[in-house]
C-alpha cells in the first residue's frame, strides 16, 4: 500500500503535471489509439481468416508500431518541454497536485485525451482496415506487387487458382503466423528498396509451404492406386502430326516410398543438385546414398522430404516451350490445321524480346508475315485462324516469360518428370548408391509402366475406350 501511494506521489502525479500539455495529450491518444487498432485487428486477424495476408505484416510490424512509438516520444518530449519551462520560470512545485477528477485541471486533461483518442481511432482504425482491404485484394498481389507477376499468373492458370496465396504460404499455428508476417514485410522492404532478387529466387526460406499447408486439403492417405498419365505432343512437319504417349504412374508406391522418411542434402539452394539421401532403416539405423560422382564433402542444404520437393509447381506452374504450346494445341488454338504452325510458334516464342508488350508486336507481326509469305491463299481464306493462332503463341509467351523479372523458359525448374529438368532423378539416377553398391532403383517400370511412347492414335487408348484427347484442362 505504501509504495503504491508513494509510486502515485514521486511518479504519477508529476507525470500527469508535467503530462498536461498539448504535445503530450495528442501524443498520448496517438499511442493509445494505434495500441487499440493493433490489437483489434491482431484478434480480428486471427479469428477470421478472410483478413489474413502475409502483407499485414507492414501494418502489424511497420506502420502501427511508428504510429505507437511516435506518440509515446511526443508524449515524453512534450512532459520534458514543459518541465523545463517551469524550471527555467522557478515555478516547479514542490507538491504536484492529485489525480482526482474532481480537479478540473485533470478532468479536461482526461477528457481531451478522451476526445482526441477517439478522433485518432477513427482515423487510424479507418485507414488500417482500408489498408487492409486493399492489400487482400487480388490488385494487390498480382498488379501493384509487380514483382510477383509471373507467380501470380501461374497461379491463375494453375489447378489452385481458387486457392488463397495464404492457404498455402502461412500454415497453421502461431509461428509460421508470424514467420509469414514478417517475411511479407521483408519482401515489401525490398520491393519499396529495389532490392530484390530477379528473378525472385526459389525459396528456402518461410516462403515455401509447409507440408501441413497442402494435407489440410489433400490427404495423402488418399492416394491408391495408380494414374493414367496421356501427353500429347505435336511434330513440326508440315501437318504438325500429334502423337501420343501413355504412362501408367504408380501414384501410391510414390507417394508412400518418401513422405517423412528422407533427409536428403543439396549443395544448391535451388535444390536441384542432390549429393546424399539417407533413408531411416525400419529395424533402426539408416541407409546412406551418395552420388558417386561427387567428391567434395557431404554438406549444403538438408531438408527432410515433403510434397514440395516434388511439387514445387504446385501452383506456380511454369511450362517448357514444347509443354506450353503443345497443351495450347491440344486445346485447339494454334489451331493445328495450319501448316507448320508448332514449327514456327516454337521459334517465335523463344525469341529474345525485352518486354512483353515488344513479344507481343514482334509474335504477330511475325506468324502474319509468315502465312502472307508462304501461305498466301491461306493467309486469304482462314485469316481468323492466324490471326487466333497469334493470339494465342502471345499468351504462351505472356504466361510463361516475364522479362522484366528476369523469367524466361526453364528459369524454374520442375521436379516432378526426369525428361526437362532432373526432377525424379536427381536421386533416381542410378548413381546414387550405398557403400555396399545398392543404388536407388532407376529401372523405367519402378514408377511407371510405359504403354506408349509418341504413337500415332495408340492402339492402347482404344482398348481402354479412353478417347485420345485427355489433355489436362488447365
Ligand atoms: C497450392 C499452394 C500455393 C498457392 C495457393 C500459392 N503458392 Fe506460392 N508457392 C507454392 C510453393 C509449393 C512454392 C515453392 C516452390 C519451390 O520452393 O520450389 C511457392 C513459391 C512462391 C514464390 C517464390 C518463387 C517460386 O516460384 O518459387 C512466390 C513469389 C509465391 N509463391 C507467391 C505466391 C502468390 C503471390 C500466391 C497467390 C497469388 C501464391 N504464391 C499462391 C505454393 C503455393
Ligand atoms: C485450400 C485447399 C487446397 C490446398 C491448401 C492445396 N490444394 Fe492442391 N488442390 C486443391 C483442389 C480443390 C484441387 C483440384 C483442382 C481441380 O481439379 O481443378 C487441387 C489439385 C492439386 C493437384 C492436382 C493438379 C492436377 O494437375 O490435377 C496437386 C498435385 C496438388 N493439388 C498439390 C498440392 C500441394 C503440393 C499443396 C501444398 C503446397 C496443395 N495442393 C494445397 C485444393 C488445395
Ligand atoms: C516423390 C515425389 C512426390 C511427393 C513427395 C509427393 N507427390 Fe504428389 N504426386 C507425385 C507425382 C509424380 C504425381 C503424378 C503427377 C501427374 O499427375 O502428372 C503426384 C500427384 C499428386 C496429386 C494429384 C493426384 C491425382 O489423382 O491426379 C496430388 C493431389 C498430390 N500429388 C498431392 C501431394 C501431396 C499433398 C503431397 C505431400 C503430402 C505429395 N503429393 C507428395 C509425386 C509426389
Ligand atoms: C531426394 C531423393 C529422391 C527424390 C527427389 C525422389 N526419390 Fe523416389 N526414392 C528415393 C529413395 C531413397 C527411395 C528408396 C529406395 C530404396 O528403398 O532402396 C525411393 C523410392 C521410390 C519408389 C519406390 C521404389 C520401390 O521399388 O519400392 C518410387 C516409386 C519412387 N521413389 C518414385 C519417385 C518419383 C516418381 C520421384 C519424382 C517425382 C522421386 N521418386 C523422387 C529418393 C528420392
Ligand atoms: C523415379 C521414378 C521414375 C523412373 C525411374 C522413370 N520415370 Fe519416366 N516418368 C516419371 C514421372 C513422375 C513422369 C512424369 C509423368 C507426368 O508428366 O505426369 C515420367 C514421365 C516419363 C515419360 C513421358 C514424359 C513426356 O513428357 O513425354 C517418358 C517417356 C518416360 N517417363 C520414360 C522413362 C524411361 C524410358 C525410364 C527408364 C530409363 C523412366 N521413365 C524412368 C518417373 C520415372
Known sequence: ???????????????????NNPLTLIGASITTASAITWWTFWIMDLINNALNNPYLGLIFFFLLPILFVFGLIMVALGAYLRRD?????????????????????????????LIATMANLVIVGTSTYEGVTYMDSAQFCGKSCHVMQPQWVAYQHSPHSHVACVECHVGPGFNSYVRAKMQGTKQLYEVAFHDYPRPITVPLNALRPAREACEHCHNPRRFTGDKLVIINTFGDDEKNTEATTVLVLHLNLIHREHLNHFVYTATDDTLQKIIAVNMPNPKGGET??????????????????????????????????????????????????????????????????????????????????????????????????????????????????????????????????????PGCFRCHDGSHVTKSGQSIPNDCTTCHNILAVQETNPKILDQLGISGDATPSI
Open 1 to 19: 500500500m505504501i509504495s503504491l501511494r508513494k509510486f502515485k506521489q514521486n511518479w504519477l502525479q508529476p507525470f500527469f503535471f508535467y503530462g
Open 85 to 113: 519551462k517551469l524550471r527555467k520560470a522557478g515555478q516547479v512545485p514542490t507538491v504536484y497536485p492529485t489525480l482526482d477528477l474532481n480537479n478540473p485541471v485533470f478532468r479536461h486533461g482526461a477528457l481531451i485525451v
Open 288 to 421: 546412406q546414398f551418395i552420388d558417386s560422382s561427387w567428391k567434395g564433402p557431404i554438406k549444403g542444404v538438408t531438408r527432410v522430404m515433403d510434397c514440395m520437393d516434388c511439387h514445387n509447381q504446385a501452383t506456380h506452374i511454369f511450362r517448357t516451350p514444347e509443354q506450353a504450346l503443345d497443351l495450347a494445341m491440344a486445346h485447339g488454338s494454334p489451331s493445328p490445321s495450319l501448316p507448320y504452325v508448332h514449327k514456327e510458334g516454337m521459334a517465335l516464342i523463344q525469341g529474345n524480346y525485352s518486354s512483353q508488350a515488344e513479344a507481343g508486336q514482334k509474335i504477330t507481326a511475325a506468324l502474319y508475315k509468315y502465312y502472307q509469305t508462304n501461305y498466301p491463299t491461306l493467309w486469304v481464306s482462314q485469316r481468323a485462324t492466324v490471326e487466333q493462332a497469334a493470339k494465342s503463341l502471345v499468351a504462351v509467351y505472356d504466361q510463361n516469360v516475364f522479362p522484366d523479372m528476369k523469367v524466361t523458359w526453364g528459369t524454374y525448374p520442375d521436379n516432378i518428370g526426369h525428361m526437362n529438368y
